[in-house]
């Protein structure tokens, strides 16, 4: 049973280029969260997406970024026209369900794709 | 407004040595909390998950406890090692998840 999966691990985009970050769920799971983690600091949330619907999406900022989860495929989160702000790596979470008094909702995290914008 | 405080930000300590992380939180509608172990340029390992209802959780050398009513967990690493130099990432399970900045430990052998 494979881990969460993203893909590239790596990405360098030039500023105003588009970079597309993909991430595949473990199996068995329909709820993904993204996260983003500057350099020294701890990972903030993003958003959060069951199959074809964004369910909280309080943390992406409000343009240039976007993402979706389609009923077949990976989930993709899209960051247009690239600064260099955006370099950072982004995390990948997937869960079987929520979390609640009677189930854990235990996340498992990718290894991360790392984008850097120059 | 959810937020996730870890104290300290960095520690270094000789090999060997018994040591206490901890981690504060505001909100009380918590499920769980999870502590995590990021290696640099790594993704995140779960370490141990303590649900609501707990109040410790032990794997080997690591023991974590949970005090909703004061907002606070631990983790407690017992006989230090090099190999346990990481960032140790506490965070909160309630309708998303939020992380803790995180503490950096450095055990020099």
């Known amino acids: 049973n494979a881990g969460v999966m993203q893909n590239p691990r790596h990405l360098v985009r030039r500023r105003g280029q588009e970079a597309r970050l993909r991430c595949s769920p473990m199996k068995g799971h329909s709820h993904v969260y993204w996260y983003r983690q500057l350099p020294e600091e701890g990972l903030k949330f993003m958003v959060y997406?069951?199959?074809?619907?964004?369910?909280?999406e309080s943390g992406m900022p409000k343009e240039r970024f976007s993402a979706e989860f389609p009923k077949e495929g990976p989930s993709i989160l899209r960051i247009q026209q690239v600064v260099r702000g955006d370099s950072a790596a982004y995390f990948c979470?997937?869960?079987?369900?929520?979390?609640?008094?009677?189930?854990?909702?235990?996340?498992?995290f990718g290894e991360g794709s790392r984008l850097t914008v120059l | 407004k959810q937020e996730v405080t870890q104290i300290p930000a960095a520690l270094s300590v000789p090999e060997g040595e018994n040591l206490v992380l901890n981690c504060s939180f505001t909100?009380?509608?918590?499920?769980?909390l999870q502590w995590f172990r990021q290696d640099p340029g790594k993704g995140l390992t779960s370490l141990l998950l303590?649900?609501?209802?707990?109040r410790e959780q032990t794997s080997g050398r690591l023991n974590a406890s949970l005090d909703k009513s004061s907002g606070r967990s631990t983790l407690y690493i017992a006989a230090s090692q090099p190999g346990d130099s990481a960032t140790y990432l506490c965070?909160?399970?309630?309708?998303?998840?939020?992380f803790g900045a995180g503490t950096r430990l450095t055990v020099k052998p």
């Open positions: 303590i649900q609501s209802s707990q």
């Open positions: 979470a997937s869960s079987r369900g929520t979390a609640n008094l009677a189930n854990t909702g235990e996340l498992f």
């Open positions: 965070a909160q399970r309630g309708n998303d998840m939020r």
């Open positions: 909100d009380s509608a918590i499920y769980n």
């Open positions: 997406l069951q199959k074809e619907n964004i369910i909280d």
